[in-house]
Nanobody, 128 residues
Framework: QVQLVESGGGLVQAGGSLRLSCVVS????????IGWFRQAPGNERTGVAC????????KYEDSAKGRFTISSDNAKNTVYLQMSDLKPDDTAVYYC?????????????????????WGKGTLVTVSS
């Protein structure tokens, strides 16, 4: 059974930092894309960053570039999202997800058309 468990969310002031973790278990193949997505109240879920487990190549949504870093520790089966210079607009539930399709699909289509597996999310609240 595949499980993705997010942690690390919380309340932070604008300009602050948080590191989210996603522990992945149960995948029977090594070739997956792991993505971070977010959904704010009243908004659709959107991709934030995705990474390939084979070559660690990341892709970022525009608002995340320069502020967020996605990384993978394959030995710990964990994918991280380091977030800095957080803004109130970053407030959302953050989800991690896994899929076998390419990294670009993960980032730009995964939220709308679905990923193979999803976590339950962790709430990030950024106060002004």
């Amino acid at each position: 059974q595949v499980q993705l468990v997010e942690s690390g969310g919380g309340l932070v002031q604008a300009g602050g930092s948080l590191r989210l973790s996603c522990v992945v278990s149960g995948l029977t193949e090594d070739d997956y894309r792991i993505g971070w997505f977010r959904q704010a109240p009243g908004n659709e879920r959107t991709g934030v960053a995705c990474i390939s487990t084979t070559d660690n190549t990341p892709k970022y949504e525009d608002s995340a570039k320069g502020r967020f870093t996605i990384s993978s520790d394959n030995a710990k089966n964990t994918v991280y999202l380091q977030m800095s210079d957080l803004k109130p607009d970053d407030t959302a539930v953050y989800y991690c997800a896994a899929d076998r399709r390419i990294t670009s699909w993960c980032l730009w289509a995964g939220a709308k058309y679905g990923m193979d597996y999803w976590g339950k999310g962790t709430l990030v609240t950024v106060s002004s």
